[in-house]
Every structure is written in C-alpha cells, then in structure tokens.
C-alpha cells in the first residue's frame, strides 16, 4: 500500500469523514487507490508522497488555481508579506486597496467585505441581507455551502438540493426551527421563482443563486430575475464563487448585462490563497453594522495580498480568454471522442469549468474506470475539468491521446464485448454524499 493510502486509512480513523472537504475524498474519484494527499505541486503537476507525478486534468485545487499551482508572482509577494508579519493589532492596508479594486471591477458596487472561504462568505452576505429588509426567507438556485441557512433546505425534504451540485446531503444537526426558511428554485424556471415569491409576500429577503453553473440562462431568465427582485423589493445575490473571474475580468453576470445588488467570490480570487469578497450597494452593505459580522482571522494579510496580485497577472494575462478556450477546447475534444466511437454523452458547464457522463446505465462505473486507467498514465482525470493558464496545447493533446483508448474499451464495454466490472480494480466511485466507516 502506497504511503497516501496508508495515511488516509489513518485519517479515516481521526478526521470524521477522511478529508475536510467532501469533493477531495478519495472515494469520490478511486477508491483505496486515489493518491490522497500531495507532496508538492506546481502549474498543472502534482507529487504524492511516493514522488509520482501527475499531471492535473481535473479539479485544480477545486477550482482555485486559474493561474496554475504556485503561480512565482503570487507567491513572492505573499512571501514578501510574511517576511514583514502575517498579523497585527492593525489592519492590514492590503484589504482597503482590494475593496477599492473588486469595486473598480464592478461600478454597480460600492462598498466590500472579505472572510476566507466560499462558505462563510455566502453567509455573511446572507446575514447582510436579512439585517437590510428585515426578512428571513431566501429563495436559492444552487450550491452555497455548507452553513445551516443553506442546508436547513433538505429538512422538509432531503431531496430538495439534489438538483444543486450533490445530491444525499442530510440536514442531520441544523435547527428544526428553520425549516422553510430557504426556498429552492430550479434555473430558467423563471415561473417557479415568481411562484414562491407570491406565497411568501413580503418575506423573502434575497434571491440567492449561482449565475450560471451547468447550463446557461435561456429566455432572458436573468434579466427577468432581475426584474422580479426590483419589482418585489428583494436582493439578488449573485454567487460568483465557482463562476467568478473565469469567463471575464470579475463576475460572470458581466457577460450578460445583469447587475445585481450584492455578489460574492472564493475560488480563483486568491489562486490557491484562503480570500473570498462579498461585494454590494452602499445602501445594503451598510446593515452590516446593525448586526454582528466578525471574526479574528478575516483580517490577516495573506489573502487580500495574493487576490491583489492575482488580479494584477490575470488582468495583465486576460487569464479569462485563455481558460475559456482551453476549457472549451476540453469539452469539444470529449464530445470527438464520443463522436468517433458513437458513444452517448451529456457535457455541461462554463467553458473553462466543464464536465461529462456517458449515457449509460454504467456512467458512474465508466468513470471510475477513466480515472483508474489515467491515473496509470500519469493524469488526474475523472469527468469534470478545471482549465488553468498552466494547461498548454501539448498537455491538453497528450491527455486526449492517452484518454482515447478508454473510450474505446468503453465502446467495447457498451457492445457486449467487455464487463465494466472485470476491468475495474476497486469499487465504483460515490456520486454524491455518503457515510464513510
């Protein structure tokens, strides 16, 4: 047994669950043979502890890394900062000169405030909204954490986020008290939002929702949200998490000629730094002081510091138009290959975060077979794809070539001629949430 295996065994036996984020659990990719943890990582390459190499084709940190793994820029100057101290009884400037940029980026705002994940951000700009209407209820289209005013959705029915990034997540420990307090709605079912706008008059504080993530808006849906949330006297949230500085320069929503009243950004703000942003109009950003928003660790200087240089390269590299295409060209080189050995495939996503499954009864078998077979070649790879600056045309090519003849045992798989389960050399990958013993 390799050395990350070894010590996810271990850590199964002292962390809850294995890893502190679900998507990094090893049973989400390869069970008992997913290299868990990295010794080093640079551009689009990753060491385990056993001195292999891999060349990421997957999820890049979850997302963070835009600009590829310890990008030299970003990481001088967060080195230059903590030669000078990391914290202090004082501010650190670094979050005013970062405020000032998110909003030069985004002139519908005028006022910002940071914590360090996605997570908590969502929940600060939801205290903020309920604190400016004097609401409680939000009506929700996508994913948003982990906090119990997002999940205390499932308790009227655990299937109610199903749609929304990862089914089977339970509502075990938030409060019974905030059932029907967030209120789900499906994306381009404009009649649906309205719907629950009407049978809850003058209680929902904000919509909250997710721009685009697996399809995008027909029908003008956005702009019609828009107008619902004018017309009802309620906040449009966008989360800008995921979508954030990937298809432009800032929040997706910039792509499409929306403006809401508050959005907030985690992920590649920081290029692999713990920053995320809520940003919004003066008017309701400022009912932050008429609750109780704080915490010590918000006000350290590393974050601010990488987003601020993050920014700097990104603007100067258009980071955006590159990672659109390479993303783009991922998901179009996925759909050629399905082409050429006339298999069935749904693809979704932005362009530079894009993702597939086969139309099969054996999807989830079938990509766990993908990335037992890549793994040997040297990829990590499964079904979704996070494009970085760091993804040049050769290792996108070389992915494809190795990628190429999996498809091809899968065609033979779906012929007859092969069983999926000969091949696989563990259990099929988990889809969503499940309990790990």
């Given at each position: 047994?390799?050395?990350?295996?070894?010590?996810?065994k271990?850590?199964k036996?002292?962390?809850?669950g294995?890893t502190?984020?679900l998507?990094?659990?090893?049973?989400?990719?390869?069970?008992?043979?997913?290299?868990s943890?990295?010794?080093k990582?640079k551009?689009?390459e990753?060491?385990?502890?056993d001195?292999?190499r891999?060349?990421?084709?997957?999820?890049m940190g979850?997302?963070?890394?835009?600009l590829?793994y310890g990008?030299?820029?970003?990481?001088d100057?967060?080195?230059?900062v903590?030669?000078?101290?990391?914290?202090?009884?004082?501010?650190?400037?670094?979050?005013?000169?970062l405020?000032?940029?998110?909003?030069?980026?985004?002139?519908?705002?005028?006022?910002?405030?940071f914590a360090?994940?996605?997570?908590?951000?969502?929940?600060?700009?939801?205290?903020i909204a309920?604190?400016?209407?004097?609401?409680?209820?939000?009506a929700?289209?996508g994913?948003?954490?982990?906090?119990?005013?997002?999940?205390s959705?499932n308790?009227s029915s655990d299937?109610?986020?199903?749609g929304?990034?990862?089914p089977?997540l339970?509502?075990?420990?938030?409060?019974?008290?905030?059932?029907?307090?967030?209120l789900?709605?499906?994306?381009?079912?404009i009649?649906?939002?309205?719907k629950i706008?009407l049978?809850?008059?003058?209680?929902i504080?904000?919509?909250?929702?997710?721009?685009?993530?697996?399809?995008?808006?027909?029908?003008n849906?956005?702009?019609k949200v828009?107008?619902l949330a004018?017309k009802?006297?309620i906040?449009l949230i966008?989360?800008?998490?995921?979508s954030?500085?990937r298809?432009?320069?800032g929040g997706?929503?910039k792509?499409?000629?929306?403006?809401p009243d508050?959005?907030v950004?985690a992920k590649?703000l920081?290029?692999?730094?713990?920053i995320?942003?809520?940003i919004?109009?003066?008017e309701?950003m400022?009912?932050?002081q008429?609750?109780?928003?704080s915490?010590?660790f918000w006000t350290e200087?590393?974050g601010?510091?990488?987003?601020?240089k993050?920014?700097?390269?990104?603007?100067r590299?258009?980071s955006?138009?590159?990672?659109?295409?390479?993303?783009s060209d991922?998901?179009?080189?996925?759909?050629?290959?399905a082409?050429k050995y006339?298999?069935?495939?749904?693809?979704w996503?932005?362009?530079?975060?894009?993702?597939?499954m086969l139309?099969?009864?054996d999807?989830l078998?079938?990509?766990?077979?993908i990335?037992q077979?890549?793994?040997?070649k040297?990829f990590?790879?499964?079904?979704v794809?996070?494009?970085?600056?760091a993804?040049?045309?050769?290792?996108v090519?070389?992915y494809?070539e190795?990628i190429?003849?999996?498809f091809?045992?899968?065609?033979?798989?779906e012929?007859g001629?092969?069983?999926?389960n000969?091949?696989?050399?563990?259990?099929?990958?988990?889809?969503g949430?499940?309990?790990?013993?």
């Open positions: 047994m390799a050395k990350s295996q070894e010590l996810y271990k850590a036996t002292l962390i809850p294995g502190q984020l998507s990094k659990r090893p049973e989400m990719f390869l069970p008992d043979l997913w290299p943890y990295y010794d990582v551009g689009c990753v060491w385990d502890l001195g292999n891999y060349i990421d084709m997957s999820i979850i997302g963070t890394n835009t590829g990008h030299e820029e970003v990481d100057a967060v080195r230059e903590v030669s000078k101290g990391n914290m202090s009884t004082f501010n650190c400037p670094e979050e005013v000169y405020a000032e940029k998110l909003i030069e980026l985004h002139p519908w705002a005028d006022m910002a405030r360090r994940a996605g997570g908590e951000i969502n929940s600060v700009a939801i205290r309920r604190s400016a209407t004097g609401r409680d209820k939000i929700i289209c994913y948003h954490g982990w906090h119990d005013w997002y999940l959705t308790l299937k109610n986020l199903d929304h990034l990862l089977g339970k509502p075990n420990g938030v409060p019974r008290g905030l059932v029907g307090t967030t789900p709605f499906n994306y381009n079912d009649e649906g939002l309205e706008i049978e809850n008059p003058n209680e504080a904000a919509i909250k929702m997710e721009v685009s993530r697996n399809e995008g808006p027909k029908d849906f956005l702009q828009r107008a004018t009802y006297n906040i966008f989360d800008e998490c995921t954030g500085f298809e432009s320069f997706l929503h792509n499409f000629g929306v403006e508050m959005a950004f590649a920081g290029n692999g730094y713990a995320s942003a809520c919004g109009k003066e309701i400022s009912a932050t008429d609750t109780f928003i915490s010590t200087r590393i601010p510091t990488a987003a601020l993050t920014l700097e390269v990104m603007q590299e258009k955006w138009e590159k990672i659109s295409k390479i993303g991922v998901t179009n080189g996925w759909k050629k290959l082409s006339e298999l069935k495939i749904n693809t996503g932005i362009k530079p975060l894009g993702g597939f139309d099969s009864d999807a078998a079938y990509k766990t077979y990335t077979e890549m793994l040997k040297g990590l790879a499964s079904n794809f996070y494009a970085s600056i993804h040049t045309q050769d290792i090519d070389e494809f190795n190429d003849p999996i091809e045992m899968i065609k033979e798989c012929l001629n092969k069983k999926i000969d091949l696989l050399e563990t259990s099929v990958c988990h889809s949430f499940k309990r790990l013993n």
